[in-house]
């Protein structure tokens, strides 16, 4: 059974940071992709991060400089630093495993950042 598990978001003031997590089970999590992605209120789901089976990563314009994704294939963790955040960084961050088409989510972690 495929498990993907999302911690760390909460409030936090801008300029701030955090840091999210992302606990797979239940795939050779060493052979698949992974992501991050997140929804505000009334927005559609979008793409934050991408990081390759090989560690390669890529970044929404939104977030290059400020979001550092990477992975731990030993721990089958995947992380997202979030650092200067920003009121419209605030949204469900959720946690994608992908590989041949076919992807996994998580449930979502909330991130707030507010004064």
């Known amino acids: 059974q495929v498990q993907l598990v999302e911690s760390g978001g909460g409030l936090v003031q801008p300029g701030g940071s955090l840091r999210l997590s992302c606990a797979a089970s239940?795939?050779?999590?060493?052979?698949?992709?992974m992501a991050w992605y997140r929804q505000a209120p009334g927005k559609q789901r979008e793409l934050v991060a991408h990081?390759?089976?090989?560690?390669?990563?890529t970044y929404a314009d939104s977030v290059k400089g400020r979001f550092t994704i990477s992975r731990d294939n030993a721990k089958n963790m995947v992380y997202l630093q979030m650092n200067s955040l920003k009121p419209e960084d605030t949204a469900v961050y959720y946690c994608?495993?992908?590989?041949?088409?076919?992807?996994?989510w998580g449930q979502g972690t909330q991130v707030t950042v507010s004064s």
């Open positions: 990081i390759s089976r090989d560690g390669t990563t």
């Open positions: 239940g795939i050779m999590f060493s052979i698949y992709a």
């Open positions: 994608l495993a992908g590989r041949l088409g076919v992807s996994r």
